[in-house]
C-alpha cells in the first residue's frame, strides 16, 4: 500500500527553521514528482514548491516555488535514501499551517495544482510564533 509520511514540523519562532521530510511507506520516491503544499486555519491548500523525479531533479530548473517562499524555503532529493526535503529558512507568522507532501508518478515536470497528484500524506504542524 502506498504511504506518504512527513516528518519534521513543530513552532518555532519567526526568523526559524524546520526541516520537512517527505518519505513513502514501501515504494521509494524515485520516479515520482513531489510537490509540497500547505493549509492554514481558515484558508484553502496552496502549492509550497515541487520537484520532478529524480532523473530530473538535480537542475535547479526542475523545481518550483511559490513566490511567497521565494528565497527562503529550498526543496531536494535525497535519491539514496528516497526522501524529499523542504528546507524552510526565515520563517514567517504566515508559513504556519499543515504542511502536506504529495506525489505523482510521472517524468514530466512538477506542477502545483493539488489536483495534479495521486497520493497524499497525513501532513506535520508548522508553527510560528513569538
Known amino acids: 500500500q502506498f504511504k506518504l509520511v512527513e516528518t519534521g514540523g513543530g513552532l518555532v519562532q519567526p526568523g526559524g527553521s524546520l526541516r520537512l521530510s517527505c518519505a513513502a511507506s514501501?515504494?521509494?520516491?524515485?520516479?515520482?514528482?513531489i510537490g509540497w503544499f500547505r493549509q492554514a486555519p481558515g484558508k484553502g491548500r496552496e502549492g509550497v514548491s515541487c520537484?520532478?523525479?529524480?532523473?530530473?531533479?538535480?537542475?535547479?530548473?526542475?523545481?518550483n516555488y511559490a513566490d511567497s517562499v521565494k528565497g527562503r524555503f529550498t526543496i531536494s532529493r535525497d535519491n539514496a535514501n528516497g526522501t524529499v526535503y523542504l528546507q524552510l529558512n526565515s520563517l514567517k507568522h504566515e508559513d504556519a499551517g499543515v504542511y502536506y507532501c504529495?506525489?505523482?508518478?510521472?517524468?514530466?515536470?512538477?506542477?502545483?495544482?493539488?489536483?495534479?497528484?495521486?497520493?497524499w500524506g497525513q501532513g506535520t504542524q508548522v508553527g510560528v510564533s513569538t
Open positions: 514501501g515504494f521509494t520516491l524515485d520516479s515520482y514528482a
Open positions: 504529495a506525489a505523482r508518478p510521472t517524468s514530466f515536470p512538477c506542477r502545483d495544482s493539488d489536483t495534479w497528484y495521486d497520493h
Open positions: 520537484i520532478r523525479n529524480s532523473a530530473y531533479s538535480t537542475s535547479p530548473s526542475n523545481t
